[in-house]
């Protein structure tokens, strides 16, 4: 009673400050404040979560995890504004633990989602001062699965007895080689303790350097279908790609794929080599959510790139396959892909499309024409002519805001009947275009700046002239000491290694 009228009576409009001194008072006593759980208002365990956590007080965490009246626990955010202590987030964790442990969970307790993501929702935090309809409806999270509805026996509902349904934990996970992640270590050795009743889900998965056999033991302990982004960022051999298809295969809501870096070994034998690339792209075959690939610097997929956009599912927003061998085929291939009709993003920068037909490119640029935002064909050798010929396609793309094309060998009349053909992209608001053959010194690729100056002047005239003198025209080239771009408008506006010591 006492506790009650000192600590209760108080309106939940009341200034923050009389809320903060009143937590302050019940972390004073550890004993009390543990006792006072059960009764304590949901809009005070908010401000007393914070305030326990920031002051290290761990066996007041462990016991409002235990207690905690919310569906959802946003702990991530807490642990990147204050860099807590590992012991402040062990015992965070340890709460959890101990009531997974219980056979039945005590009469308050909500908890659904323990939210670990450093960008998790800090807004959870701010609004506990607001009126308590407001928090409840704002406490509820999005990523919470449906309060499941207690069992009927008879026609009537079981008692206070909830059902042992998981907790989902979200993380998002970035593996690499160095010292061991002590919370990633502590939090997988709690899951496989809990395995069945605390699910480790991870939106967002980024791979570096690390033995497969590593990766392997924690993706073990992860929920793969709930992986939604995944970048592999690593130096592997095809076969060691191989050993990682499986789990690939298993991640049926990824939206994104980055994939980078896979170089065949000239020892491996043809056999070999063909089944493991049959166990890569088979597995598109269950990504049924895929919007965005990212393939750079793929070494197999020169003649092969036909046996992976068959196992795709679904159109694709976003297609970047840079830095990689294609012949002409696979570029037939690709343009007659059924998925790529639909394409925001097309990125094929240094692929060489020095030697072949123009046709396939035309002809992928004019289906993906009605949605195309972004197109960059940076690097790819693309000659006056094969260039022209793509122009009707690219004059089609009403979508188009930006459009990329530096390092191709092109000459100022093809620049200016390509501003021609683009003038009337309304939405078209940056070019990215090379120097133009003409403002070269020498076959050694010396840019005389005078030439280059005079050039884009001359393009900006005729945008000023033809109505769009707001689209911006910029000339880049990479930077022969870093090879970094350095930009031209007209004056150059270099990379970093230029400027004086």
């Known amino acids: 009673d006492t506790f009650r009228s000192r600590f209760f009576r108080m309106s939940i409009r009341a200034p923050r400050r009389l809320l903060e001194l009143a937590g302050q008072s019940l972390l004073r006593s550890e004993a009390l404040a543990i006792a006072a759980l059960e009764e304590l208002p949901m809009e005070l365990f908010p401000p007393l979560f914070t305030a326990a956590f920031a002051g290290g007080h761990n066996e007041i965490l462990k016991a409002m995890v235990q207690a905690w009246p919310f569906a959802y626990l946003p702990l991530g955010a807490l642990m990147r504004e204050q860099q807590p202590h590992q012991e402040t987030f062990q015992a965070a964790l340890d709460g959890l633990d101990v ?19 450093k960008k998790a929702r800090q807004n959870f935090w701010t609004v506990w001062s607001g009126t308590r309809t407001g928090i409840c409806s704002f406490l509820e999270p999005e990523e919470a699965p449906p309060m499941r509805k207690r069992q009927k026996v008879d026609g009537s509902r ?124 088979s597995q598109f075959l269950s990504l049924h959510h895929l919007q965005e690939l990212y393939l750079d610097s793929i070494s197999f997929l020169e003649g092969r790139l ?27 291939h690709l343009s007659q892909c059924p998925n790529v009709s639909q394409l925001k993003d ?42 022209s010929a793509i122009l009707p396609a690219l004059s089609r793309c009403s979508q188009l805001t930006i459009f990329s094309f530096c390092g191709n060998p092109i000459s100022m009349a093809v620049l200016e009947n390509l501003l ?74 270099r990379c970093p290694c230029y400027l004086p010591a």
């Open 346 to 387: 097309l990125d094929l920068s240094g692929v060489s499309l020095t030697c072949m037909s123009a046709e396939p490119l035309q002809v992928l640029i004019e289906r993906a024409s009605a949605t195309l935002q972004d197109l960059d064909l940076d690097e790819c050798g693309i000659m006056d002519s094969q260039f």
């Open 420 to 493: 021609r053909h683009t003038i009337g992209l309304s939405k078209l608001s940056h070019v990215l275009y090379p120097a133009p053959l003409e403002s070269y010194e020498d076959v050694y690729g010396t840019l005389h700046l005078g030439i280059l100056a005079h050039l884009h002047a001359r393009l900006k005239q005729m945008l000023q002239e033809l109505g769009r003198p707001n689209m911006v025209w910029f000339s880049a080239n990479p930077c022969p000491h870093c090879g970094d771009r350095t930009f031209y408008d007209p004056e150059p506006i």
């Open 99 to 117: 009531l997974l442990a219980q056979e039945v969970r005590p009469r308050r307790w909500k908890l659904q989602v323990l939210d670990l993501r």
């Open 158 to 281: 079981v008692g206070l007895k909830q059902p042992l349904a998981p907790v989902e934990v979200l993380i998002d996970l970035c593996l690499k080689e160095g010292t061991p992640d002590e919370s990633l270590t502590y939090l997988i050795k709690k899951v496989k303790q809990r395995r069945g009743l605390l699910h480790l889900c991870c939106k967002k998965l980024k791979i570096f350097a690390m033995p497969m056999q590593n990766i392997k033991k924690i993706l073990k302990m992860v929920q793969l279908d709930s992986i939604q982004d995944l970048e592999v960022n690593c130096t592997w051999k095809l076969s060691t790609l191989g050993q990682f298809a499986p789990h690939l295969g298993q991640m049926g809501s990824l939206r994104r794929l980055l994939l980078s870096h896979i170089h065949m070994s000239s020892h491996t034998a043809q056999v070999k080599e063909e089944q493991c690339v049959s166990q890569f792209t």
């Open 306 to 332: 036909d046996q992976l956009l068959r196992c795709l599912r679904t159109p694709l927003e976003t297609l970047s396959i840079t830095n990689c061998l294609l012949s002409e085929l696979d570029l037939t």
